[in-house]
T-cell receptor, first 111, second 113 residues
Framework: AQTVTQSQPEMSVQEAETVTLSCTYD???????LFWYKQPPSRQMILVIR??????QNATENRFSVNFQKAAKSFSLKISDSQLGDAAMYFC????????FGAGTRLTVKP | GAVVSQHPSWVICKSGTSVKIECRSL??????MFWYRQFPKQSLMLMAT?????????EQGVEKDKFLINHASLTLSTLTVTSAHPEDSSFYIC?????????FGPGTRLTVL
């Protein structure tokens, strides 16, 4: 079974600074997708970034980028120039045929 | 991106009654939908995979007779919580899936008194 681990229950960052959220996963598959989702207080799940496992290049979406280490089964999210609106729960997820989520990291952004 | 709706967004019911939650994919056909439950300050836990035209696949520990899932069309899946009890109070989220991405509904908050 696939498992996703987020070892940081809470993280805090100063506005305009950079923060990295950690995620590791376990799978025996070679072809899969990895995601970071943001869940604000509204509880709507918002896709932040997606990485295809067959791609070596790390995905980037504006201020959000990942460090994907397939051999180490690591998938961290870097948020640059943090903004107050980035404050939320962040979930790492693994998807092959169904999606599995990590426990989440609550990110606080200090003004 | 694709839009998934859920109805109702919030429901309160008495213990022992049944509640139906609808999940619709509004702009694409979803052969597979997923139902998740999220307790306060916890992650999303997969309850079941809903397959159009066939029986749902339930995760271990989820009672299929209590959480009835019907995926009658390519755009609609329903979750019925039968004989609801206070411990069933939770936030229920559905998603419609392609392999590359899941599109999440806004969720339904169920409170059982």
């Amino acid at each position: 079974a696939q498992t996703v681990t987020q070892s940081q229950p809470e993280m805090s960052v100063q506005e305009a600074e950079t923060v990295t959220l950690s995620c590791t996963y376990d799978t025996s598959e070679s072809d899969y997708y990895l995601f970071w989702y943001k869940q604000p207080p509204s509880r709507q799940m918002i896709l932040v970034i997606r990485q295809e496992a067959y791609k070596q290049q790390n995905a980037t979406e504006n201020r959000f980028s990942v460090n994907f280490q397939k051999a180490a089964k690591s998938f961290s999210l870097k948020i640059s120039d943090s903004q107050l609106g980035d404050a939320a729960m962040y979930f790492c997820a693994y998807n092959n045929n169904d999606m599995r989520f990590g426990a989440g990291t609550r990110l606080t952004v200090k003004p | 991106g694709a839009v998934v709706s859920q109805h109702p967004s919030w429901v309160i019911c008495k213990s022992g009654t049944s509640v139906k939650i609808e999940c619709r994919s509004l702009d694409f056909q979803a052969t597979t939908m997923f139902w998740y439950r999220q307790f306060p300050k916890q992650s999303l836990m997969l309850m079941a995979t809903s397959n159009e035209g066939s029986k749902a696949t339930y995760e271990q520990g989820v009672e299929k007779d209590k959480f009835l899932i019907n995926h009658a069309s390519l755009t609609l899946s329903t979750l019925t919580v039968t004989s609801a009890h206070p411990e069933d109070s939770s936030f229920y989220i559905c998603s419609a899936s392609t392999r590359r991405e899941q599109f999440f509904g806004p969720g339904t908050r169920l409170t059982v008194l």
